[in-house]
């Protein structure tokens, strides 16, 4: 099939105007009435044409977005604790350049994040505030302890194996800036997953100790791992707008299933056990069916009361007062070159 350039798309969305309400594309919002933007807005993401920040937008589709880049950000920047956890601890210089990098792309992951969900209209500030009086969330997974070494494997594996397979499908979401920074964000989610790849299977081949280590840190995290991708399709509120919308192009059990059919591959490669007894190929769906997930467990954490929740944000708060002067430096030097620059 001949792929669609992107002059064609908008040419699609014109010719359906045409059609529809007899009006050129130029300013084409203007003497439309809400429910004719509504539909002129949809035909536009129907045609995959993508949306950026000063076109017009439903209210609730630019919050739909606040909320899950915002969320998304979060997640990024709340992540490195538990890796940022075990920088002094790694068992060779090697290995914790590496670390120190992976943790280092996570802080820009959340920078482009906050940028993109800038966008939108509202101010990082703003964003910050949400997570630090708890009125946003960030990923389960990060209110997990890491206890040992090998969890630096199992987050690397499972954790950014997990955001790989969500974030690949990102990339064609609905939202431009939110589309391209995903872009980036893959290219390097796909080192981090080999990066912990690489831990967990040199762990694996090593003593029996280490062996077990592996096997303990794929055993606590697994679980949490598959809670990543939300709450099943029929429990999800979201999930309506987000197909619609094309925010979101797989549902939550969609990309759940596809992480799960390509990691149990992996973990077999390194003779290691999925810690669930259900977990069974079906031949005749072509996926591996899958044991109860503890949706009480989950929405436990969610609320705030998983093991390392409040940890995380203490850690959070701290280190964003710690860090005033230095935004207030940055701030005081940037307005003082604007300045000079008014002057010349
Ligand atoms: N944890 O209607 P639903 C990384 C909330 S970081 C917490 O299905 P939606 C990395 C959900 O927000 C990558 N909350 O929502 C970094 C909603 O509550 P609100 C992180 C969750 O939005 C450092 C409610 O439950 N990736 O890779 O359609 C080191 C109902 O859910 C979770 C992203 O953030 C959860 N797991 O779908 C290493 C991806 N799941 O907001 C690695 C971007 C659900 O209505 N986000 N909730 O109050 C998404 O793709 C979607 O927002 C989700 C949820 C799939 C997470």
Request: proline share 4%; hydrophobic share 35%; with cysteine.
């Amino acid at each position: 099939m001949l792929k669609k350039s992107s002059t064609d798309k908008n040419q699609l969305f014109v010719d359906y105007f045409f059609v529809k309400f007899g009006q050129p594309n130029k300013n084409i919002y203007n003497n439309m009435d809400e429910q004719q933007k509504l539909d002129a807005f949809q035909a536009k993401i129907d045609a995959e044409i993508k949306i950026e920040p000063k076109d017009w937008m439903p209210e609730e589709y630019r919050k739909h977005l606040q909320r899950q880049i915002s969320q998304h950000a979060h997640s990024e920047v709340i992540g490195m604790q538990p890796e940022g956890n075990w920088v002094l601890r790694a068992p060779s210089l090697r290995a914790k350049v590496v670390l120190l990098a992976k943790i280092q792309d996570e802080a820009g992951h959340g920078q482009y994040l906050y940028a993109a969900g800038e966008t939108l209209g509202k101010s990082r500030d703003e964003f910050i505030e949400e997570l630090q009086t708890e009125k946003a969330k960030y990923s389960s997974i990060f209110n997990y302890p890491t206890l040992t070494w090998a969890d630096m494997g199992a987050v690397g594996w499972l954790v950014d194996g997990a955001a790989i397979v969500n974030q690949v499908s990102l990339q064609r979401t609905s939202y431009g800036p939110y589309a391209r920074a995903m872009v980036r964000i893959c290219k390097e989610e796909s080192f981090h997953q080999r990066q912990g790849y690489e831990i967990i299977a040199h762990m694996a081949k090593g003593t029996p100790e280490q062996k077990a280590m592996a096997q303990d840190a794929l055993n606590r995290l697994w679980w949490p791992s598959l809670m990543m991708f939300g709450p099943h399709d029929a429990d999800s509120p979201n999930l309506g707008n987000g197909v619609k919308w094309k925010i979101k192009r797989e549902t939550n059990d969609e990309l759940r299933q596809k992480f799960i059919d390509k990691t149990v591959h992996q973990a077999e490669v390194i003779g290691l056990t999925i810690p669930d007894p259900d977990l069974k190929w079906n031949e005749e769906t072509g996926h591996y069916d899958y044991g109860k997930i503890d949706w009480d467990e989950f929405w436990n954490v969610v609320k705030g009361n998983g093991p390392c929740n409040k940890q995380r944000l203490e850690h959070h708060k701290r280190a964003h007062n710690n860090g005033k002067w230095v935004r207030e430096a940055a701030l005081a030097y940037a307005q003082k070159q604007k300045a000079k620059q008014m002057v010349a």
